[in-house]
């Protein structure tokens, strides 16, 4: 999957350092959306039995793990 990330990335004209500021949230609305729907067009080629509203509540899920100090 991370492989087929890549070349989405790439195709779209995207940067992968952007994933990071993507999963934090700190990108801006039309950035979020862009990688949003990479994202969900990455995971639907990954799992094609999801229907596409499970595989937006997985990419709208996804975040920076939290880490506890």
């Avoid at 992968?16 to 729907?37: A, C, N, P, R, V």
């Amino acid at each position: 999957m991370i492989l087929e990330m890549i070349k989405a990335y790439s195709t779209k004209g995207l940067n992968m350092d952007d994933y990071g500021k993507y999963l934090g949230k700190t990108l801006s609305i039309e950035q979020l959306d862009e990688h949003s729907e990479v994202l969900v067009e990455v995971y639907q080629k990954a799992n094609p039995t999801m229907t596409t509203e499970q595989v937006e509540d997985i990419v709208m899920g996804l975040e920076l793990p939290k880490v506890n100090v």
